[in-house]
């Protein structure tokens, strides 16, 4: 009884030590703000990535931030643009942040002046090329890699690079016809933004074009869809498949094997954004600076399977252990106004015209 | 008969042709411009409707939609009205348990049973390798476009079924006695007479299946896209995208084209039932039914019945459940290996899971419930009612299930956005329960009329001579006539908003998960062995919760 007292006695004691010496992992939130978004008292977030895979950080932000009422929607990338978009227009209540694997549309909304700068104190923290103007923060560092069927495709025979790839398709023209997968680039946003990497990046991009096109590449909208017929060995094969998504279903599904290209390896990030309109700025903020924080990437890199962008962050799935194993031959697809150009309807329309006359579609 | 004031009549019209000329005005006004409606620099083009319909694709689309929906139709319709006869009219075997069995594939989510068709009988399916086994190679392809148009006549045959049948309670036997009595076999009867007589049920559930085909999305999704089939719904993917931002103009463009065909379609339908009517004698049910005997043929069509059955449920069913069991599966794998219940575990962890199918279940019973009051409303407001009302409400009821779910999700976004008076409610249940019950006005005013058409005239103008007003007899005599009819349409209606889901994409949030977006948002991250043991979950559900309301006496049938 008496030691209940004495603790309780000393309780305020200990809460203010431990206030007064910072936890280097926590955000670095100025305090003003994190006292504005308790006074707000809620945040509501539109996000491609699903509740499931995002429990143990929203979890942990609760934890964090009990006062903060986290209101979590998760949709696909078109449904977030769509409903943000029309939400705005009608000038009702929308979203205090969009966290969307569709770089190129986030893009496009700071880019038309709907997102508001800040600046996040764990800015100095995350690589230069998944900021813009301190309106459109990458949050992940994503592999984009090779997806195949471990049961079926013999360990030599897996693809080291993108050559190597086709260099196996183009000797087993028969055994590998009608068994190669992706996304659809006409159909999916994803898709289209990393098959215009590969040509942009892959040197001899016509070829394999051209190879896929022979194989009869299938290509399809969604992840579920392709990684579900890999395992089944209906197909034996993926490429550009998202290497978050296929770690988490790695974990519970032995057929599924995972390859990075050595050549070079694409790597997506998950961008967020503040709006304008934003009703609970503060409270954004303190989940912006939550996703970037030590913290954050910490559950990203290790419970998540999100793969943490921070350099300063180990773990299984981070960017550290990424470039030690890859080095330089990683390619981060950056978070800038470059992916804006094939959002110009020209451009693109050509990209998929050629796209389809390679592949013999057309 | 005519009652003195219209007005209440006029009104129940005039509500429900606004809520469903709402999200079809924005989606009018939509496709006559060149930018979405709500940004200032919109301006009238009909450049929407160039784009659409000089692509290439489009026409593909088009003409593949066409092939399915009247290929699927062509299955569907015939089969679906001789289950009906089977089951209401002759001694099968089994007829009292095959009933609720026949209505399974009403209530599975379209994207499950495709994707059991995939695990059963897919290039690796285990029925497929099996067959392998046996005859070298394999002997099926599903993913061609014969093959998705019998597997979507075959998934369309309940909803024939369920108008066929109950037109076909409503009739008497009394002309089929006679045709027995003259020495008729039941083939003959079926064809000659019973199923001629039920003529206008059988045009009607026609109709809505052929529309149901050009919005189909799921089978197509699942089935079409390894073979490259490209179906309108999912050709819309790429107007999504093909631009970059997705292009609302363009998508509205091909809802305004399948809304545009729902016109002549009502109007043949009406011109076929109008000359229809004239031989059609609703007669009172005053004497027992004796089932025709079908004699050699009875086990013939029980095999019929329950080949068909196979296809339909049992097949596209064992491969859910088996995957919902199994860590892995297909080619190269010993089931015997795999087998787990981890699936199960780890989908009652899942967040929100609770939430989801108390919601699913919530908008099914309650909003189900209030859909079968409005449809009874309108229905009652236009029974027997010669006016150019009722013609108006015949057009309008078909017109929102021709919005393709992917557009009417916006649609119904839109209305609760930019309808002042309305967008207070949008974060509500009700804007889900609105937009569910627009999109489902033709299933489910047909399941009220049908109710509605069993009553004999006599009865109400009996009402009416002997002084009372319009109101009493709707209140006193109609209503209580068909109150086991309200009750089963609350249970058909019940079933189809279980799976309904793409209308409320926009509108449903956090808190108003239902089990459609868990598996829409576990499918798009891969979780399919997750999204299987949900389906399982669901189907024992819905599953019991059928038995237990046939239990109580609800029937399907008034």
């Known amino acids: ?69 986290l209101e979590y929607n998760d949709m696909n990338s078109t449904e ?33 002046g709907y997102a508001q700068e800040y600046q996040t104190p764990e800015a100095a923290h995350v690589p230069s090329w998944a900021l813009w103007k301190n309106e459109a923060f990458g949050t992940t560092f994503e592999p984009i890699a090779f997806v195949y069927n471990k049961r079926l495709l013999k360990a030599e025979e897996v693809p080291q690079s993108h050559a190597d ?25 994803i898709g289209f933004l990393l098959i215009t990497q590969d040509a942009r990046t892959d040197p001899a991009f016509a070829e394999t074009e051209k190879t896929y096109g022979k194989v009869g590449v299938k290509l399809y909208t969604s992840t579920g869809a392709m990684m579900e017929r890999i395992s089944s060995g209906e197909h034996l094969i993926g490429f550009n498949m998202i290497g978050s998504y296929a770690i988490a279903k790695m974990r519970k599904d032995p057929a599924l094997g995972i390859a990075y290209p050595k050549d070079y390896m694409l790597v997506m990030s998950r961008v967020a954004i503040i709006p304008k309109a934003a009703k609970h700025v503060n409270a954004a903020k303190v989940f912006l600076d939550y996703l970037l924080s030590v913290r954050g990437q910490e559950i990203m890199g290790n419970r998540a399977a999100l793969f943490s962008i921070r350099p300063d962050v180990q773990g299984e799935t981070t960017a550290a252990s990424l470039t030690k194993q890859m080095g330089s031959s990683l390619k981060p697809i950056p978070v800038s106004p470059a992916l804006l150009v094939y959002l110009d309807q020209s451009k693109r329309l050509e990209f998929l015209k050629q796209w389809q006359e390679a592949l013999g579609t057309k | 008969m005519r009652h003195a004031p219209q007005w209440h009549r006029i009104l129940a019209v005039l509500i429900t042709g606004t809520a469903v000329m709402l999200p079809l005005a924005i989606i009018v006004y939509q496709s006559l411009l060149d930018a979405p409606f709500f940004q200032p620099s919109a301006k009238l083009s009909l450049s929407a409707f160039r784009f659409v319909l000089t692509d290439g694709d489009f026409h593909r689309a088009f003409a593949t939609t066409a092939i399915l929906a009247t290929g ?40 499950v049973i495709a994707f059991g068709y995939v695990v059963a ?33 075959f998934t369309h045959i309940p909803y024939v079924f369920l108008y066929t049948s109950s037109a076909l309670r409503a009739l008497g036997a009394d002309v089929e006695e006679a045709a027995s009595i003259a020495g008729a076999g039941a083939a003959r009867i079926a064809l000659t007479v019973s199923l001629p007589m039920v003529r206008p049920a059988i045009l009607y559930s026609a109709v809505l299946v052929f529309f149901l085909g050009f919005e189909i999305f799921g089978l197509a999704l699942v089935l079409g896209d390894p073979g490259g089939l490209l179906v309108l719904s999912t050709y819309l993917y790429k107007l999504t995208n093909r631009l970059g931002v997705p292009s609302y103009q363009l998508m509205a463009v091909v809802a305004v084209i399948i809304i545009a065909i729902a016109f002549p379609l009502v109007y043949l339908q009406r011109r076929l039932m109008g000359i229809a009517s004239r031989f059609v004698t609703v007669a009172g049910k005053g004497f027992a039914q004796r089932p025709l005997r079908l004699g050699r043929l009875r086990w013939i069509a029980f095999g019929g019945v329950l080949f068909w059955l196979a296809a339909t449920v049992l097949l596209p069913l064992s491969g859910v459940f088996l995957r919902a069991f199994v860590s892995a599966w297909g080619e190269g ?57 009722a013609k108006v409400m015949d057009y309008l009821v078909m017109v929102p299930r021709g919005m393709p779910g992917l557009i009417a999700g916006l649609a119904f976004l839109w209305v609760f956005l930019f309808v002042k008076p309305l967008s207070p409610l949008r974060s509500t249940l009700f804007s889900v329960w609105l937009a569910y ?28 001579i002997i002084g009372a007003p319009g109101a009493r007899v709707t209140r006193d005599v109609t209503v209580p006539l068909i109150r086991f009819g309200l009750l089963g349409s609350w249970l058909l209606v019940f079933m189809i908003f279980v799976r309904e889901y793409s209308t409320g994409v926009y509108l449903l949030g956090p808190g108003t998960e239902v089990i459609g977006s868990l598996i829409v948002s576990l499918w798009g991250t891969g979780a399919i062995d997750i999204v299987a043991a949900l389906s399982v979950v669901n189907v024992l559900l819905v599953a019991a919760g059928l038995a237990v309301a046939l239990r109580l006496g609800v029937r399907l049938h008034g």
């Open chain 1, 1 to 69: 009884m008496r030691q209940t007292c004495l603790f309780a006695a000393l309780l305020p004691i200990l809460l203010i030590t431990i206030a007064a010496s910072p936890d280097p992992k926590a955000p670095a939130t100025s305090a003003q703000i994190v006292a504005g978004a308790e006074k707000e008292g809620k945040l509501v977030v539109y996000s491609t990535t699903d509740s499931a895979s995002a429990a143990p950080l929203l979890k942990d932000f609760g934890a964090a931030y009990p006062k903060i009422a």
């Open chain 1, 80 to 112: 977030v643009y769509n409903r943000f978009v029309s939400e705005a227009a009608a000038g009702s209540g929308s979203a205090d942040l969009l966290w969307s694997s569709a770089m190129d549309l986030q893009i496009k909304l700071a880019n038309d």
């Open chain 1, 165 to 189: 790839l086709i260099k196996l398709l183009k000797a087993n023209p028969d055994r590998f016809k009608g068994k190669v997968t992706s996304y659809d680039p006409e159909r999916s946003g």
């Open chain 2, 72 to 111: 699927m139709t062509a299955v569907a319709v015939p089969l679906g009205a001789i289950l009906a006869f089977l089951l209401v009219r002759t001694d099968l075997p089994g007829r009292n348990w095959l009933e609720p069995v026949v209505l399974i594939p009403i209530f599975l989510s379209p994207v």
């Open chain 2, 121 to 153: 009988a897919g290039p690796v399916g285990f029925f497929t390798l099996w067959a392998k086994q046996v005859v070298g190679s394999a002997p099926w392809n599903i993913y061609t476009l014969l093959s998705l148009t019998l597997i979507a006549g």
């Open chain 2, 333 to 389: 794998v010993r089931l015997t290996e795999v087998l787990t219940l981890e699936n199960f575990r780890e989908l009652s962890d899942y967040p929100n899971l609770v939430r989801g199918i108390t919601n699913t279940l919530g908008i099914a019973v309650i909003g189900g419930a209030l859909a079968v009051a409005w449809y009874a409303i309108v229905g009652l407001a236009t029974h027997r009612w010669q006016s150019p009302w």
């Open chain 2, 437 to 464: 019950s627009v999109v489902w006005l033709a299933y489910g005013m047909r399941l009220i009329s049908s109710a509605l058409l069993q009553i004999q005239p006599e009865l109400e103008e009996a009402a009416a």
